[in-house]
C-alpha cells in the first residue's frame, strides 16, 4: 500500500463532499427567497394572493391596503409596518406568527381570522371588528383600539399594555390573572368579564359597563373606578381597593372616612 497516499479522499468522497456543500448553499438560496419585500407599493389581492401561494413570507412596508378585501388569504408570519389599512378586510385570514406595526386600521375587519401569536404593536385600529377572532397569546401593544369589537374572540395568553379600549366591547373575555398596565377600559362593554386575581396598573374602568363581571382577588388599587355606582360595589366583593377608592364609594351616602 503506497502510505503517501494514505488518509486522501477517494473521488467518490470528494464528489459527495462537493453535493453536500452544494445542497446546504442551494437550501439557504431557497431560504432566502422565501423572503420578500414590497416598500411604497399599492396591491392588490390577486398579486397578494400570489405571493401567499408561493409559500413566501412578505413584509410590506408603507403599503396601501385600504379596503382590500383579503379574507381567506393565508398570510401567516407575514409583517406589516407603517401600512395604510382602512376599512380592509381579513374575515378568515390566516395571519398566524404575524405583525402589524405602526398601522393605521381603523375600521378594518379581522372576524374570524386567526392572530394566534401575531403581535399589534402601535397604530390605530379603532372602529375595528374582531369578532370570532383567534387571539391566543397574541401580543397588543401601545395602540388604539376605541371602539373596536371583540365579542366572541378567543384570547387565551393574550397580553396587552398601553391600550386605549374606550368604548370597546369585550363581552365575556377573560383576563383571569394577567397584569393590565396603562390599559384604559373607559366606557367600554365589559359585561361578563373575568378579571379574577387581575392586578391593574394604571388602568381605567371609568363609567364601564360592568354587569355580571368577577373580580375576586383582583387588585384594583391603581385602577379608576370613577362612575362607579355604589349599588354596583358588590361586583367588587372579595377584591382590593385602596382607602381613596372606597371613601369614594362610601361618599355616595354621605359618609366620609378618615
Excluded at 410590506?60 to 378586510?89: A, K, M
Excluded at 385570514?93 to 404593536?121: H, K, M, P, V
Excluded at 363581571?213 to 370613577?226: H, K, P, Q, S, V
Amino acid at each position: 500500500m503506497d502510505t503517501a497516499c494514505a488518509g486522501k479522499p477517494t473521488v467518490e468522497q470528494m464528489c459527495a463532499f462537493t453535493s453536500l456543500v452544494y445542497g446546504v448553499f442551494f437550501c439557504e438560496i431557497v431560504e432566502m427567497k422565501k423572503e420578500l419585500t414590497l416598500n411604497a407599493k399599492t396591491p392588490c389581492r390577486d398579486g397578494l394572493e400570489e405571493i401567499s401561494k408561493s409559500g413566501k413570507i412578505a413584509m410590506l412596508e408603507d403599503c396601501e391596503l385600504s379596503e382590500l378585501n383579503l379574507s381567506g388569504i393565508d398570510l401567516s408570519g407575514w409583517h406589516f409596518v407603517r401600512c395604510r389599512l382602512t376599512r380592509t378586510t381579513l374575515n378568515g385570514a390566516n395571519l398566524d406568527e404575524s405583525s402589524f406595526t405602526a398601522c393605521r386600521a381603523a375600521g378594518a375587519s379581522f372576524g374570524g381570522s386567526n392572530l394566534q401569536e401575531a403581535t399589534i404593536e402601535g397604530g390605530d385600529f379603532s372602529n375595528t371588528n374582531f369578532r370570532g377572532a383567534t387571539l391566543t397569546h397574541t401580543k397588543v401593544i401601545n395602540c388604539k383600539l376605541t371602539g373596536s369589537d371583540f365579542t366572541d374572540a378567543r384570547t387565551l395568553g393574550i397580553s396587552i399594555e398601553n391600550v386605549l379600549l374606550v368604548l370597546a366591547i369585550l363581552p365575556r373575555l377573560s383576563f383571569r390573572k394577567m397584569t393590565l398596565k396603562d390599559v384604559d377600559f373607559s366606557e367600554a362593554d365589559l359585561r361578563a368579564c373575568d378579571f379574577r386575581d387581575t392586578v391593574f396598573e394604571n388602568c381605567s374602568l371609568r363609567d364601564a359597563h360592568l354587569p355580571e363581571c368577577r373580580f375576586e382577588g383582583a387588585d384594583l388599587r391603581n385602577a379608576d373606578l370613577g362612575g362607579i355606582k355604589l349599588t354596583n360595589a358588590q361586583l367588587f366583593k372579595g377584591a382590593l381597593i385602596s382607602k381613596r377608592q372606597a371613601a369614594d364609594l362610601l361618599s355616595q351616602l354621605g359618609l366620609k372616612v378618615l
